[in-house]
C-alpha cells in the first residue's frame, strides 16, 4: 500500500482501540477487577477472542475499501487515453515561392509562409486488429475564382506539396477505416473514409515526395483517387505475392455506395515484393468522370461520354542493399487509360524516382524525380515535372528539406512553365 493508505489504516485502528482504553482508565478498584477476571476467566477469553476478531474484520474491510478506492483512481487516469491506443504525430512549416509565367493566373508569385498539423490514432481491440483515425489541419488557402492564391496547392500545375492541407485552421478528420485479419492470408478493410491504395497489398513505389504529383510511381488515373466510402479485400503469401481488390465511392454518403451517380473507383492490384526489389499492376475502372489525380493534364483528366475509363498502371523499385553509396533507390511507374465512349480516347504517363541515403550524415537523403504528366492523345504538347531535394535531420525528431522543382507544359498548353523553391521543417512526435 502507499503511505497515505498506510496511515489511514493505522489512524482507524487506533480509533476503534481508543473507546476500549478509555474503559479501562475508568476503573475503581483493582482489586475488584482481578476477582472478576478471575471468577469470569473463561468468559474473559472469549470475549478478547471476539473483540480482536472484529477488529481483525474491521480493519480488513478498511483495507479493502482503500484498495478499491486506488482500483478507481487508477481506472480513472486510465480512462483519459485508451492502453490500446497509440498517437504519433507532425506538424510541417513550409516557406517558399514560385516563379510561373504569367497566362498561369491561378499561382501566386509571392513568398508564402504555411503549415500542415497532422496527428496519427491507432487503436486494437482483439491485438491484430487496427482503428484507424488521421487529424489533421493546415492553412493553406483553397481555390477562389480570380485570384492568385495557390502557390503550393495547386493540382492543375502540380505545385501541389504532400504536406499541404486546406482545412482552414479546423481540426477534421481526415481518414477513418477498420481493418482485420480474416484467417492467416486476408485482410479486411472498410472506413467511411479512406482512399483505395491504402488497402492494396504491394508498395507500388518507395520515392519519397515533396509533390504530391510524385507519390504512388505517379499520382495519376491508376492510383489517383480521393477520400471517400469504401472496402477491400487483401491476400498475402508467405512468397512474396500479393493480390488486393477495393472499391471507393467518392458520394457514398449520400448517393450510395456503388452507383454510377456516387463516382466509384474499383481497383484489383497483384504484385510481388521482395527486400531489394517490387512489381506490381494495378487495373482500376473509374465510373461517372472520376478525375482526381495529381499527375494529369487537364485534357488529360477529361472524360466523354458517361465519364468511365479503364486504368491500368505498372510500377517497379529498385534499392540497393546497403544504403551511404553512389547507388541509389529506383522507382518507376507507367500508366495508360482508355476513356470509354470518347474519341481522343487514350491517354498515358511515365515516372522515374531516385533517392540516395545516408550520403553525407545518417538518415539524410537525395530526392530526384520526373516525368510526363498523364496526358490525351490530342495534346500536342510534351508535359513535364521535376523536383529535386536534400532532406537532413536536426535531431531524432525534427527534419529539414530545401526543395526545388518545376514544369514545362505541365498543364498541357505551350507556355505553362513554372520553377519554384520551398524549404520545409517537420516536427515529429
Known amino acids: 500500500m502507499k503511505l ?31 476477582s472478576y477476571v478471575r471468577s469470569e476467566k473463561k468468559s474473559s477469553r472469549i470475549d478478547s477472542k471476539t473483540f480482536l476478531n472484529d477488529v481483525k474484520e474491521d480493519l480488513a474491510k478498511i483495507n479493502s475499501r482503500v484498495d478499491g478506492l486506488e482500483a478507481r483512481q487508477n481506472n480513472f487516469e486510465a480512462g483519459g487515453f485508451s492502453d490500446t491506443t497509440t498517437m504519433d504525430g507532425k506538424a510541417v512549416f513550409n516557406i517558399g515561392a514560385l516563379d510561373a509565367d504569367d497566362s498561369i493566373a491561378a499561382l501566386n508569385e509571392n513568398t508564402v509562409f504555411q503549415y500542415m498539423y497532422v496527428m496519427n490514432l491507432n487503436s486494437s481491440f482483439t491485438g491484430d486488429d487496427n482503428l484507424y483515425v488521421r487529424i489533421k489541419t493546415g492553412n493553406g488557402p483553397k481555390d477562389t475564382a480570380g485570384e492568385k492564391t495557390l502557390p503550393f496547392n495547386e493540382t492543375a500545375y502540380g505545385t501541389y506539396l504532400s504536406s499541404a492541407n ?41 520515392y519519397k515526395p515533396v509533390l504530391k504529383q510524385f507519390t504512388l510511381g505517379g499520382n495519376a488515373s491508376a492510383y489517383g483517387a480521393s477520400t471517400s466510402p469504401g472496402a477491400g479485400l487483401t491476400w498475402t503469401g508467405d512468397n512474396g505475392l500479393a493480390f488486393s481488390t477495393n472499391f471507393t465511392t467518392q458520394k457514398g454518403n449520400s448517393t450510395g455506395l456503388l452507383t454510377n451517380q ?22 482500376n475502372q473509374k465510373y461517372n468522370g472520376w478525375t482526381d489525380s495529381y499527375f494529369t493534364t487537364s485534357t488529360g483528366k477529361a472524360r466523354g461520354g458517361d465519364g468511365s475509363s479503364t486504368n491500368i498502371g505498372l510500377r517497379g523499385w529498385w ?105 520545409e521543417t517537420t516536427f515529429k512526435f
Open 166 to 206: 486546406q482545412n482552414g485552421d479546423s481540426l477534421k478528420v481526415d481518414k477513418l477505416w477498420y481493418s482485420m485479419p480474416l484467417g492467416d492470408r486476408f485482410t479486411f478493410t472498410a472506413g467511411p473514409k479512406i482512399e483505395n491504395y491504402y488497402m492494396h497489398g504491394t508498395t507500388p513505389s518507395i
Open 319 to 423: 534499392r540497393p542493399a546497403e544504403t551511404g553509396s553512389a547507388t541509389p533507390s529506383i522507382s518507376v511507374g507507367f500508366d495508360t487509360s482508355e476513356i470509354d465512349a470518347s474519341s481522343n480516347s487514350n491517354t498515358n504517363m511515365y515516372f522515374v524516382g531516385l533517392n540516395w541515403q545516408d550520403i553525407f550524415q545518417a538518415d539524410d537523403r537525395i530526392g530526384l524525380a520526373f516525368g510526363q504528366p498523364q496526358k490525351n492523345e490530342s495534346e500536342t504538347t510534351d508535359p513535364f515535372a521535376w523536383e529535386a531535394y536534400y532532406s537532413f535531420q536536426v535531431n531524432d525528431s525534427v527534419n529539414v528539406t530545401p526543395a526545388i522543382f518545376g514544369g514545362s507544359d505541365r498543364n498541357g498548353s505551350a507556355s505553362s512553365d513554372y520553377t519554384g523553391a520551398v524549404l
Open 4 to 34: 497515505f493508505q498506510k496511515m489511514l489504516v493505522a489512524g482507524t485502528a487506533l480509533s476503534l482501540i481508543a473507546p476500549v482504553a478509555s474503559q479501562a482508565s475508568e476503573t475503581v478498584n483493582l482489586e475488584e477487577m482481578n
Open 262 to 283: 456516387g463516382k466509384t473507383s474499383w481497383a484489383t492490384q497483384v504484385g510481388y515484393t521482395q527486400p531489394q526489389y517490387s512489381v506490381s499492376a494495378i487495373v
